[in-house]
């Protein structure tokens, strides 16, 4: 058995498969759908951008196999590094990753 299927069938504490919370209380966007749900939505039209880089996220977490690192923890790095890093200055990416909008 590989180390991803090994921690994929060790539960936590909680009964919930490594770490991630059944309800995903961390996430805004990505909630374990297969497809992403916000293609296409008009009044937030980053939602989907924004559901994709959770989903990456997730994933990545999850590949983490025996990882000491709280899933919460991980993903506030995760988020600022994405804010500060990855997308374009001058926008306040809090505010557009809360509404899902500009």
């Known amino acids: 058995m590989g180390l ?4 994929m069938t ?5 009964g919930f498969f490594s770490g ?3 309800d995903y209380s961390n996430y805004r966007w990505y909630k374990g759908e297969r497809e992403n749900p916000y293609q296409g939505d008009q009044k937030r039209p980053l939602a989907a951008s924004f559901w994709e880089y959770e989903r990456d996220f997730h994933l990545a977490y999850l590949d983490k196999a025996g990882s000491s690192q709280d899933l ?3 993903y ?3 988020k ?4 500060t890093e990855h997308l374009p200055g001058n926008i306040n990416w809090e505010k557009v990753f809360e ?3 500009k």
């Open 4 to 7: 991803r299927n090994k921690a």
């Open 10 to 14: 060790k539960r936590n504490e909680h």
């Open 20 to 22: 991630i919370t059944e």
């Open 72 to 74: 919460a923890e991980a």
């Open 76 to 78: 506030k790095i995760w």
């Open 80 to 83: 600022l590094s994405l804010f």
């Open 99 to 101: 509404t899902g909008t």
